[in-house]
């Protein structure tokens, strides 16, 4: 569910539980592990757009279009047309070695950057067919019942059913610096850094327990709707940065 409604159309918070989980096509008693899988078909696993792979010849591409390898470039034309070969050959061949090399050191990063996500995928605790369990965050859905724990990282956005003298913080997410208090109970407020009801992907609990009913995962989150946002914009050279430094 989309955290930007059309006017008139309140935000999930605004909802009570029955209406939501009527809105959602489930109860308040958690899925069971087939209607589960079928729900993540549906709407897809709960993560953000994976970062698009770059081949080697994209990457060799991207470096050789800076600024700075432009330049070096044309000094080593200008130098092999005016006779100096040997100058303009050093020069080719110190970019030649200074781009490989980034390419290399990128790829070993970005490899390293996967396998420590990989070791630390984080789980959620959901329940399915009457029991709590543990299952990948990816794969927490839409009208699923979660169980959050201090210390844990909300897998989802969500509506509070029950809580236990529960807090999260939502500094990233709101700008709020302190742990907010979660409590079931209805809101009117249109504003996510005042809807003391619902949980958003992304906030750490600070204190207690709470459960609630998932609404939104993957992109269809704050969280997520924020990370989309970012991911659009233009990538910046290390030379780009240098001249703005």
Request: charged content about 20%; some cysteine; aromatic content about 4%.
């Amino acid at each position: 569910m989309a955290h930007a409604p059309v006017a008139g159309t309140p935000h999930f918070w605004n909802l009570s539980p029955q209406a939501l989980s009527e809105q959602l096509g489930c109860g308040l008693d958690g899925l069971g592990h087939a209607e589960a899988q079928a729900r993540l078909e549906r709407h897809g696993p709960n993560a953000d757009a994976p970062p698009q792979a770059r081949g080697l010849l994209t990457a060799v591409g991207r470096r050789l279009r800076e600024p700075l390898s432009l330049i070096l470039m044309g000094a080593g034309a200008v130098s092999a047309a005016t006779g100096d070969g040997v100058g303009g050959g050093i020069i080719v061949t110190i970019l030649g070695l200074s781009i490989g090399l980034d390419t290399v050191q990128e790829g070993r990063a970005t490899r390293a950057a996967e396998m420590l996500r990989r070791a630390v995928a984080l789980r959620a605790e959901v329940l399915r067919d009457g029991a709590f369990c543990q299952v990948p965050v990816e794969e927490v859905v839409p009208g699923d019942v979660m169980r959050v724990r201090a210390g844990d990282i909300i897998a989802a956005d969500a509506l509070v059913l029950e809580s236990d003298a529960f807090t999260a913080g939502e500094a990233a997410l709101t700008g709020e610096p302190y742990p907010v208090e979660k409590r079931p109970g209805a809101t009117t407020t249109a504003s996510a850094a005042e809807a003391r009801n619902a949980l958003f992907r992304g906030a750490v609990a600070q204190t207690g327990e709470a459960r609630a009913l998932v609404v939104g995962t993957g992109r269809n989150t704050l969280f997520g709707a924020a990370a989309a946002v970012l991911g659009e914009g233009q990538e910046v050279s290390a030379f780009q940065r240098d001249m703005h430094a």
